[in-house]
């Protein structure tokens, strides 16, 4: 199993930055990468993005597209969510997940941290 710990959510006002911070341990070698995902209050939990632990594979949601960087440091096991432009759209709670090897699934996730955008 693996342990999973989000940081780097706040409060900023719209345009501003933030960098969420995902941090992986445990059986990590079982995983093939993570994923960001957010939930807004009264809606669904929906993907962010995605990146696996070679770097090859990286996708976005289109609405963060140019917006949103993510990053890994594989020494770490951290993966990073570099958020430029927020909009108050982008509020929500934000949660790391990883994706194991065999089941090909999000398995383990973070405890998720907040982040609220003013307008």
């Known amino acids: 199993q693996v342990q999973l710990v989000e940081s780097g959510g706040g409060l900023v006002q719209a345009g501003g930055s933030l960098r969420l911070s995902c941090t992986a341990s445990?059986?990590?070698?079982?995983?093939?990468?993570i994923g960001w995902f957010r939930q807004a209050p009264g809606k669904e939990r929906g993907f962010v993005a995605s990146?696996?632990?070679?770097?090859?594979?990286?996708y976005y949601t289109n609405s963060v597209k140019g917006r949103f960087t993510i990053s890994r440091d594989n020494a770490n096991y951290t993966v990073y969510l570099q958020m430029n432009s927020l909009k108050p759209g982008d509020t929500a709670l934000y949660y790391c997940?990883?994706?194991?090897?065999?089941?090909?699934?999000?398995?383990?996730w973070g405890q998720g941290t907040q982040v609220t955008v003013s307008s």
């Open positions: 990146i696996d632990w070679t770097g090859d594979r990286i």
């Open positions: 997940a990883a994706r194991y090897r065999e089941s090909g699934s999000y398995d383990s």
């Open positions: 445990g059986r990590t070698s079982s995983t093939v990468g």
